[in-house]
C-alpha cells in the first residue's frame, strides 16, 4: 500500500507543489484547509478529485492549527506516514500587526501537531516535517548562514518559528521521533503570494508595461535575499523525511540578490530597461528603454516608487544560505537559477494580465488591486 501524507497549510504555495510532487510519487495526500468565505483552494483545483469517487488520492479536511482537537481528530482519521507541517501565519510584515495571532498559529500550532502524534501513540509511525525559515537568522550573526548560525529573530513571525523550530528538535530528542526542521530560505513561484515582494513586483511589472498600473510602490529596496523556486524546494523537504536518521537541514541556492535587482530583471522580461535614481525612501526607477513593440512607455517614466509604510519595525537585511549539508546528505541541488525564476514568473504574470488588457482595451473598467 502507499504511504499517507498529511499537510498543513495544503492551500498556500508550498502545499500546491509537495501536493503535485507526492501524488506523482503514488502517495494518498490528505491536507487541512481552512473554512473561508471565498473558495481558498485555488492553487490545488488542478488536482482535486471528486471526493464521491472511490479511493480518492486527494482528501480536504477543515481545520485549523489553533484548534488541537480538530488536530488530534484528523490525525487520528488518517494515521499518516508523514506530516509536512507548512500551515503558518507566513507573512513577516503583517505578523507585527497580529503577533499573538501569529504566535499561536505558527508557533503553539508546531506543538498541537506534535502533541497530536505523541497522544495517538504515533510516534514509531508517523514522520514530521517543520516548515522552519530562514528568518531564524534574522540580525546577521555570520554569512552565509548554516545549520550552526546562532539565530537572532526580527519579528513576531520568526519569534514565533523559533519557538517552532526548538519544540520539534525537543520532541526528537524527548521521545525518539523522526521530526525535522527544515531551515528554507525564501523560495517563490508564478504560485507565490501577490503580497510578498517578488510576486508583487512580477505582478506590478506586467500590469504596468501593458498600461494596466501606472507605478509600483515598494519598501526597503536594498534588503538582500537568497531566492530560488518553490518546486525545487519541496523535493527537500520530501527528502527530509527519507532519511535513516531525522536531521535538520538548511535549503538554499547560495546566491544573494537585491531587491531592486529583482525589480531590473523583472522589467529586463518586457523589455523595458530602467534605471534607479536618488536614495532612500525618494528612490525611484525611471524607463530608460523600450525594446519590446508590445511594450512601449514612454523613456523617463516614473515607475518604481518608495512607500514608507512597506518599512518593517525591525528588519532582515541580508540572508544567504549556505546549503552544503542539503547538497552532500540529501543529494539536493536546485534545477532553477534566478534568472530562469524570474522569466517564469513574468511570463505567468503576462499571461494573467493578458484577459484583462483585452477586456480595458474593449471598453470595460478595470478594478485595480493594489498592495
Ligand atoms: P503561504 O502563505 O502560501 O501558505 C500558508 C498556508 O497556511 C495556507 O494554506 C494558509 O491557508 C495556511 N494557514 C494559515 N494560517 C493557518 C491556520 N491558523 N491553520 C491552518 N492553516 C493555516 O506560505 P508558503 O506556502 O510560502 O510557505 C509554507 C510554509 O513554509 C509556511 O509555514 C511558511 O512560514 C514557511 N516558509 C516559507 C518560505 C517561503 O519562502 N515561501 C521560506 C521558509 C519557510 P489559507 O490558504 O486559507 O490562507
Ligand atoms: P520575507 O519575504 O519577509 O523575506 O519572508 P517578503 O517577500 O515579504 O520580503 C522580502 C524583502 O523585501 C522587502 N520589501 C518588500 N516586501 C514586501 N512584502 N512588500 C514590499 O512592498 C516590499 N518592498 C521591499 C522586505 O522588507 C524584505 O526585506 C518570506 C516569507 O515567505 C516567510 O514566510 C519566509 O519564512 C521567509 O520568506 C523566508
New binding site residues.
Given amino acids: 500500500m502507499g504511504k499517507k501524507a498529511l499537510i498543513t497549510g495544503i492551500t498556500g504555495q508550498d502545499g500546491a507543489y509537495l501536493t503535485e510532487l507526492l501524488l506523482s510519487k503514488g502517495y494518498e495526500v490528505h491536507g487541512i484547509k481552512r473554512r473561508s468565505s471565498l473558495f481558498n483552494t485555488d492553487r490545488i483545483d488542478h488536482l482535486y478529485q471528486d471526493p464521491h469517487e472511490l479511493n480518492p488520492k486527494l482528501v480536504l479536511h477543515y481545520g485549523d492549527l489553533s484548534d488541537s482537537t480538530n488536530l488530534i481528530r484528523i490525525v487520528q482519521d488518517v494515521q499518516p506516514d508523514e506530516i509536512y507541517n507548512l500551515g503558518?501565519m507566513?507573512?513577516?510584515?503583517v505578523s507585527f500587526d497580529t503577533p499573538e495571532y501569529t504566535a499561536n498559529a505558527d508557533g503553539i500550532g508546531t506543538l498541537r501537531i506534535l502533541e497530536a502524534v505523541r497522544i495517538l501513540g504515533l510516534t514509531e509511525k508517523t514522520k514530521i516535517y517543520q516548515a522552519s525559515?530562514?528568518?531564524l537568522y534574522g540580525l546577521v550573526q555570520a554569512v552565509p548562514q548554516s545549520e550552526t548560525t546562532p539565530f537572532y529573530p526580527r519579528s513576531p513571525?520568526a519569534v514565533a518559528?523559533l519557538y517552532g523550530y526548538w519544540i520539534t528538535v525537543n520532541y526528537r530528542e524527548a521521545y525518539g521521533m523522526y521530526a525535522c526542521n527544515g531551515i528554507?530560505?525564501?523560495h517563490e513561484s508564478p504560485l507565490r503570494g501577490e503580497?510578498?515582494?517578488?510576486r508583487?513586483i512580477t505582478r506590478g511589472t506586467a500590469k504596468i508595461a501593458m498600461g494596466l498600473q501606472d507605478k509600483l510602490?515598494?519598501?526597503?529596496?536594498d534588503?538582500q535575499?537568497d531566492w530560488g523556486h518553490a518546486k525545487d524546494y519541496v523535493e527537500a523537504m520530501y527528502l527530509i523525511l527519507q532519511q535513516e536518521t531525522p536531521e535538520d537541514y538548511v535549503i538554499a541556492t547560495g546566491v544573494t540578490t537585491r531587491?531592486r535587482e529583482f525589480v531590473r530583471m523583472s522589467f529586463a522580461e518586457t523589455g523595458i530597461e530602467i534605471e534607479f535614481k536618488g536614495e532612500g525612501s525618494d528612490e525611484k526607477a525611471y524607463v530608460v528603454s523600450c525594446s519590446n513593440p508590445l511594450y512601449q512607455l514612454p523613456v523617463g517614466k516614473e515607475v518604481v516608487a518608495v512607500d514608507p509604510k512597506?518599512f518593517?519595525p525591525t528588519?532582515?537585511e541580508l540572508l544567504i544560505g549556505d546549503p552544503t549539508k542539503s547538497n552532500q546528505k540529501l543529494g539536493w541541488k536546485p534545477k532553477y537559477d534566478l534568472a530562469g525564476l524570474v522569466k517564469e514568473m513574468m511570463a505567468a504574470d503576462l499571461e494573467l494580465f493578458e484577459r484583462e488588457k483585452l477586456l480595458k482595451d474593449s471598453g470595460y473598467s478595470i478594478k485595480n488591486q493594489y498592495?
Fill in positions: 503558518a507566513s507573512h513577516v510584515k525559515t530562514s528568518e513571525y518559528k528554507l530560505f525564501n503580497t510578498f515582494v517578488t508583487k510602490y515598494l519598501g526597503n529596496l534588503a535575499r531587491v512597506y518593517r528588519e532582515v498592495e
